[in-house]
């Protein structure tokens, strides 16, 4: 593919300045330059200012071949006195990636879950309910893409093997990249995200039992090249199985945020969830009390379609059981909008970030996001005792 750029009246570029240029190309889901990563084969330079790049790709069929030759000619195009540029494509070799697969793992080794190291900087938030259709999907995917807005690099595991969801509520039909035993996740308003649905044809079921369920959440912490995030969530299946007890050993250091619905019998059933807690010796952030009302569309007035009450008797449950005080951090109205975003795969935290349930979320997100820069209790006006 050859690009003409805007004529040029100055001498042909230095290798050392297109070097410089392909510097600022990163690798779309690696996002990383490509220079680091062993991506340019060559250059080639002309006396009458045209370049020549050769571009490997990680694997053959590699989706973002488009974006790459892109971002490589409209980087080099820029350069002074380039006149044109073609892009050549390779694909690596078992080697190359290999060698890759290695840098990117910082010579560690494989298998292991950066996140598990000691000294780790990654906040693991585990989002848990003890019922199915409490939202909990809903909640996750809308805080992660707040805490994206707000600057944080987030990614999330879709850990409901049995009712993945998270791809569409992301708005995302990707596949991941295999590069060696490496998977690179798919992006998807600024989240890294990972879900079993995006490796079975079409809506097929997943009929595994413990040690499967085990194994896949094992390689979606230690196989897939994460990088260097800030927040990673887990969107857990209902009730204290398998999962739960998985994630506790693989991540021990994460950390439990309980979502329930105002009705009594929901809230006990978090209650339940979160309990877990004092066997996996995992912390509690807090309790979202999602569904909390309906806004009245005749009036000023809520509608409490499932009670009241739920998210604060939890709160006051978990805190006896721990010993620790467990926070409400929000309670999110019943919004269609909410809903609508789900399905349409834009958190209306970003299509509606000022609606009831959006503004309510963003708060959520808001605190978490305090929390990972050191200000903990900032955004929730939450006193020193209370402080998570």
């Avoid at 750029?5 to 490509?34: K, M, Y």
């Avoid at 990673?232 to 979502?259: F, M």
């Amino acid at each position: 593919m050859v690009t003409d750029a805007s004529t040029a009246t100055h001498a042909a570029p230095t290798e050392e300045a297109v070097r410089a240029a392909l510097a600022t190309v990163n690798d779309p889901e690696i996002h990383r330059p490509i220079t680091d990563l062993g991506m340019v084969k060559s250059v080639g330079i002309a006396a009458d200012g045209s370049v020549t790049v050769g571009v490997y790709l990680t694997v053959s069929g590699c989706p973002m071949r488009d974006t790459i030759r892109s971002s490589v000619s409209e980087a080099v195009r820029a350069v002074p006195g380039v006149t044109s540029v073609t892009v050549e494509l390779d694909v690596m070799s078992d080697e190359q990636r290999k060698e890759l697969a290695s840098t990117l793992r910082g010579g560690q080794a494989e298998r292991e879950i950066p996140f598990a190291r000691p000294g780790s900087l990654t906040r693991v938030y585990c989002v848990a309910s003890g019922k199915g259709g409490v939202g909990k999907s809903s909640v996750t995917v809308n805080l992660a893409a707040a805490m994206a807005a707000d600057g944080l690099k987030v990614g999330v595991v879709d850990a409901d093997i049995y009712g993945h969801s998270v791809p569409r509520m992301l708005g995302t039909d990707a596949r991941p990249t295999q590069v060696e035993n490496m998977i690179m996740p798919p992006s998807s308003h600024g989240v890294k995200v990972i879900s079993i649905g995006m490796f079975t044809p079409g809506n097929a079921p997943v009929v595994w039992r413990g040690p499967m369920l085990h194994r896949a959440l094992q390689q979606f912490l230690a196989d897939v090249f994460w990088g260097d995030l800030d927040v990673l969530l887990l969107d857990l299946p209902p009730g204290t199985g398998d999962i739960a007890i998985s994630v506790a050993q693989l991540v021990p250091n994460a950390e439990i945020l309980v979502v329930t619905t105002p009705q009594q019998a929901a809230a006990e059933v978090a209650e339940r969830a979160g309990s877990i807690a004092v066997q996996t010796h995992q912390k509690i952030v807090g309790v979202v009390e999602n569904m909390s009302a309906l806004p009245c569309p005749h009036c000023d007035g809520m509608v409490e379609v499932f009670g009241s009450g739920g998210g604060q008797r939890v709160a006051e449950g978990l805190t006896r059981t721990t010993g620790a005080e467990v926070p409400v951090l929000g309670s999110v109205p019943i919004d269609v909008r909410l809903r609508e975003g789900g399905d349409d795969g834009t958190p209306v935290v970003l299509s509606d970030p000022d609606s009831p349930a959006g503004a309510e979320l963003r708060k959520v997100a808001s605190a978490l996001t305090a929390r990972q820069r050191g200000l903990a209790g900032v955004s929730l006006g939450i006193t020193p005792r209370n402080k998570f």
